[in-house]
């Protein structure tokens, strides 16, 4: 019993089992049937239709370009923006030749008719026919073409018009033609990769290429963002300007540049491309054979670059550049009672308790503008051959010798070192002798005679050379530079801009790398690096640190142009990720320098001195602050730079100072160029802290004899 009914279990298992195997038979043979109707439907019955479309429609990809991050100044006003332009660019299309000719024609009359210049690469001219290239490249071009060597501007020019098949009989509308088909074909374009027509063309234009856009084959219309520079010229070297990617730039750039990329080539559009580069979005464009646009949709948003916003005050920004140009304009015409030839200057006005830069000024200026699109050469040559140099940011990049405003240095280092007293009296016989060589005061080789006894606060404000030699003397080399170096002298600031100078601080070893043939450091040579002469050269920046750290206390100071980054969601980059961005950048490293501790008693005096350079009756600034209605501390410095091509001396002049002098808030250092006396630059800081302090300027008195400054220091 048991086996017989194992076998009727067997039997019904195998009639399912084939049951399941007919469903899934049956099941094929439905799929297949269906499969293969859609392919008849496809390909027999309407695939005449669908192939027709398929021949008349493109698509393809176009790069939609992020807007590049602003520019702002510290209350957010924009000094870099983008805005947005037009241009025109063209694709290969499906059309026959008669077509794509006509529709040049009729895009090249309606670019003129709007005023628009469009590329035109092609070396020969009509009315008379001319070549426009040099012997040299016609030749080599004549050959390119295969062309006979002595073949006529007009010979050649008919040429073309019969190789691009142009049928129009009018000299100039072949001429026209033949400009973009040659373009074309020096270039390259397919129906892929454009050929870039024109540039900044106005909105009435795209306006009717878009309303007629079946008279013109395979054209588009990008709207891109462009740099622009609503204040001109204003603070250009903090700024900088943008360019074309390099080929050097791009090798190790590719996988976020292409080939025609806008970067930052110097100031802050450099240092921080990075943060102002967006991330560019991807458009796709939708073209009948013809190249006449049907659809058009963003697959990919751009999103904007960061915006980076400065410690500078736009208004205070002014004002300083304004306020040093007339400045050396007025030494240029004699406006102090002498003249010369004042080439150029610097400006650093300095928050003295944070580091922060709220104005720099270098000049001349240039015009970033100027780069926007590629300069031209006759400006490029302009900038290059001035020899003002525009270009270079003084007040950063160049360093010089900065005379008696070092002098301040020699004091702290005499005193902390216990080499003077506050007390201690130097008597300034005129003529200093301790090494068997002379060495004049200034003011002996003024008036014959010496200042007599003084301490270190009358000294300051007399700066009396014998009272530094002394004590430059006394305190040593080794303690004089360690003093200076901590004062932010011959060390870069650090600050946010590129190729900072480090300045030369005058010691043993300075003195062994630039005079190898001298290199055993001498007591003279102490003594001219006590008043600032010797090798000494310093930027008019790291000047502006010195005199703000000897304001705030002797405090060290972090000097910074960069307030914030602004994402484009809004969030803000920690100062912490700002500064180890610019340190990689740069390839700089944090010092982590403290504070010395200079005692307030020493600095008292120092600064006392400082006072009476612009309080006293016989200070060297009294008459640019005379009645001014706020105190400040000051030092001016005239320091000798070689001699011109005429042979005459070139005196740079400095003027270091602060104010409020009992609670300071900001230091500003000016220097000029063949300057004569830092006397005269003193004007500008008067000037910039009127602004500042939102003074009544016609409270303010000044002397305008115009009395020849007979002071040297």
């Known amino acids: 019993m048991f086996g017989k009914g194992s076998k009727n279990n067997r039997s019904s298992k195998s009639a399912n089992v084939n049951l399941r195997f007919n469903l899934l038979t049956i099941l094929t043979y439905v799929v297949g049937i ?39 100044d510290s209350t957010g006003t924009p000094l870099v923006t983008s805005k947005m332009e037009f241009s025109l660019e063209m694709y290969k299309t499906k059309v026959d030749t008669d077509t794509l000719n006509n529709s040049i024609l009729n895009m090249i009359n309606v670019l003129e008719k709007y005023g628009c210049s469009y590329t035109d690469n092609f070396p020969i001219k009509i009315d008379p026919f001319e070549y426009t290239i040099s012997d040299d490249a016609l030749a080599n071009w004549k050959k390119q073409n295969k062309f006979d060597e002595n073949i006529s501007a007009e010979d050649a020019f008919y040429k073309f018009k019969d190789k691009y098949e142009i049928k129009n009989t009018d000299v100039n509308e ?68 943008v360019g074309k990617i390099s080929s050097d730039e791009y090798a190790t750039r590719k996988e976020y540049y292409t080939s ?25 464009i939708d073209m009948d054979v013809d190249g006449t646009t049907t659809a058009e949709y963003i697959s990919d948003e751009a999103i904007a670059g960061s915006d980076v ?86 007040a950063v990049q160049n360093s010089y010798s900065p005379g008696s405003t070092f002098k301040m240095i020699t004091a702290i280092a005499g005193l902390e070192t216990g ?70 002298l011959g060390v870069k600031t650090g600050i946010e801009l590129p190729s900072e100078t480090a300045g030369i601080l005058a010691d043993r070893d300075s003195k062994k790398e630039l005079h190898p043939e001298s290199p055993n450091w001498n007591p003279g040579d102490t003594l001219n690096a006590a008043i600032g002469q010797g090798d000494n050269q310093f930027s008019p920046l790291q000047m502006a640190k010195y005199i703000s750290m000897l304001a705030n206390g002797g405090h060290n ?85 070689g001699k011109d091509a005429d042979g005459k001396d070139i005196v740079n002049a400095w003027f270091v100072g602060f104010a409020p002098f009992e609670n300071p808030e900001i230091a500003i250092v000016v220097m000029v160029e063949n300057g004569l006396h830092g006397n005269y630059t003193a004007e500008v800081a008067r000037d910039i802290m009127e602004e500042y302090f939102g003074m009544n300027t016609s409270t303010v008195t000044e002397d305008m004899s115009a009395t020849p400054y007979v002071g040297t220091y």
């Open 174 to 241: 072949i001429r026209k033609i033949i400009a973009i088909r040659y373009l074309i074909s020096e270039e390259g374009y397919s129906s892929t990769k454009s050929v870039e027509i024109a540039t900044n063309i106005p909105r009435e234009a795209v306006a009717e290429f878009s309303e007629s856009s079946d008279k013109f084959a395979g054209i588009n219309i990008v709207v891109e963002p462009v740099r622009d520079y609503p204040y001109g010229e204003l603070a250009s070297h903090i700024l900088g300007y």
């Open 419 to 488: 080499a003077i007293t506050t007390k201690t009296l130097i008597n300034d016989t005129g003529v200093y002798t301790k090494y068997g060589v002379r060495m004049n005061c200034w003011y002996y080789t003024d008036y014959h005679r010496g200042h007599g006894p003084l301490n270190v606060s009358q000294a300051i404000e007399k700066s009396c050379n014998f009272f530094f030699y002394e004590t430059g003397d006394r305190v040593g080399i080794d303690k004089l530079a360690e003093f200076a170096r901590y004062f932010g």
């Open 260 to 284: 025609n990329d806008i970067i930052g080539k110097t100031g802050i559009e450099n240092i921080f491309e990075e943060y102002l580069k967006g991330k560019n979005g991807t458009r796709q």
């Open 557 to 641: 100071i972090d000097v910074s142009l960069i307030k914030t980054i602004r994402n484009a969601d809004g969030s803000e980059v920690s100062k912490e990720e700002i500064n180890k961005f610019v340190n990689q950048k740069l390839g700089l490293t944090d010092e982590n320098t403290g504070d010395m501790d200079i005692n307030p008693d020493y600095l008292k005096a120092i600064l006392a001195g400082m006072e009476s350079v612009t309080q006293d009756s016989a200070g060297t600034a009294y008459v640019r602050f005379k009645d001014f209605g706020i105190s400040v501390g000051g030092k001016t410095g005239s320091a000798e730079a």
């Open 34 to 72: 269906i499969l293969i109707a859609q392919l008849f439907n496809l390909q027999i019955v309407h695939g005449a239709e669908y192939r027709e479309q398929s021949n008349t429609r493109l698509t393809r990809e176009s790069t939609l370009e992020a807007a590049r991050g602003s520019i702002l």
């Open 309 to 394: 916003m400065l410690t500078i005050d736009a208004n205070l920004q002014k004002v300083t550049e304004d306020a040093l140009q007339a400045d050396i304009e007025k030494i240029k015409d004699g406006g102090f009672g002498q003249k010369s030839n004042a080439k150029g200057g610097a400006c650093v006005v300095m928050n003295v308790n944070t580091g922060d830069v709220l104005a720099m000024a270098s000049y001349p200026n240039f015009n970033p503008a100027d780069f926007v699109g590629g300069i031209s050469t006759d400006a490029w040559n302009n900038y290059m051959n001035n020899d003002e140099k525009p270009l270079v940011n003084k």
